[in-house]
């Protein structure tokens, strides 16, 4: 199974990306089964692009509201428009799943698909590197991801070490899916403790209105159990969330895609210039302009 996971709280700026994904995907394959999980209201146009590509639209309700209900502070999280993308799942009925590929909205198809679940198919959890960790061919940033202090939250909370990985194109085997749904609540309050932990000890600003809401929230006990926040980047604090939540699975395999099937950021530029033969592409929203100088937009 291949799915998305949508929320308005991002004013639908994914919108059209999404229909971008979709349609170069069903370039290459029709048999895939493919669910969009979607939050708040959902646009005409991604509906009827998911009834003309055999989609299957999962209503989820209010994201702010469903955030709400599962963890005490879930209002302020909504803030963050991004921390759907896992917890969504249980809404699924993945009785019948043997694997699952997760994509952003913000990735695009050059092959089949199929090609990354019949290769990957042993670890638990398969996902590229995260740009400017220790992995990173690129070099590493640890201004961007310390894995220093990554390191020390990891032993400190006792967990199996997970290497930062990119969330944005995920496959997931062996049923890893149903073990995580039991941490929702834990991956919600390792986004909190890492926002605490960010913004007592001040922040550069760009997040500020939610700093204020953190502030204003968190209580003697909050900022006794923060986690030191492991970064600068605040867009960040999901995926870090999510390795933390992750390390509490016992026995967990992790393994990494090959560039040689999936590129991210701008490494698609090389890849083209080059004639390497893709399988998909994570470019990164920041990178969209770019990549579509690249790549010609799909048209119906």
Not at 23 to 39: G, N
Request: hydrophobic share 40%; charged share 25%.
């Amino acid at each position: 199974m291949v799915y998305y996971s949508l929320s308005g709280a991002d004013n639908h700026s994914h919108d059209w990306q999404w229909i971008q994904s979709i349609r170069s995907l069903r370039r290459y394959t029709r048999d895939l089964p493919v669910c969009l999980l979607a939050y708040d209201e959902v646009p005409d146009a991604i509906l009827e692009e998911a009834d003309r590509n055999e989609a299957i639209v999962h209503f989820l309700g209010d994201y702010r509201e469903r955030l709400s209900r599962t963890f005490v502070h879930g209002s302020i999280l909504a803030m963050y428009p991004t921390l759907h993308k896992f917890i969504s799942l249980q809404e699924l009925d993945t009785s019948s799943v043997s694997q699952i590929l997760y994509l952003d909205c913000d990735t695009f198809c050059f092959d089949d698909p199929d090609i990354l679940l019949s290769t990957y198919t042993d670890c638990d959890w398969y996902a590229r590197e995260a740009p400017t960790s220790r992995r990173c061919p690129h070099g590493y940033e640890p201004s961007n991801i310390d894995e220093t202090k990554l390191d020390a939250i990891v032993s400190q909370e006792e967990l199996t070490p997970i290497l930062p990985f990119n969330a944005g194109l995920c496959i997931l085997n062996n049923g890893i899916w149903k073990r995580f749904d039991r941490l929702h609540v834990r991956f919600l309050d390792n986004v909190w403790r890492l926002l605490v932990g960010r913004h007592q000890r001040g922040a550069d600003g760009s997040d500020e209105e939610i700093r204020k809401a953190v502030l204003a929230s968190a209580t003697y006990f909050d900022h006794a159990r923060a986690l030191p926040y492991p970064s600068n980047n605040f867009w960040i604090v999901e995926e870090i969330a999510l390795w933390l939540t992750l390390g509490r699975l016992n026995g967990i395999s992790q393994g990494f895609l090959s560039w040689d099937h999936v590129v991210q950021g701008d490494e698609f530029a090389g890849a083209i210039e080059a004639g390497r033969p893709l399988v998909l592409s994570h470019y990164f929203s920041s990178m969209e302009a770019k990549f579509f100088s690249y790549v010609p937009a799909l048209v119906n």
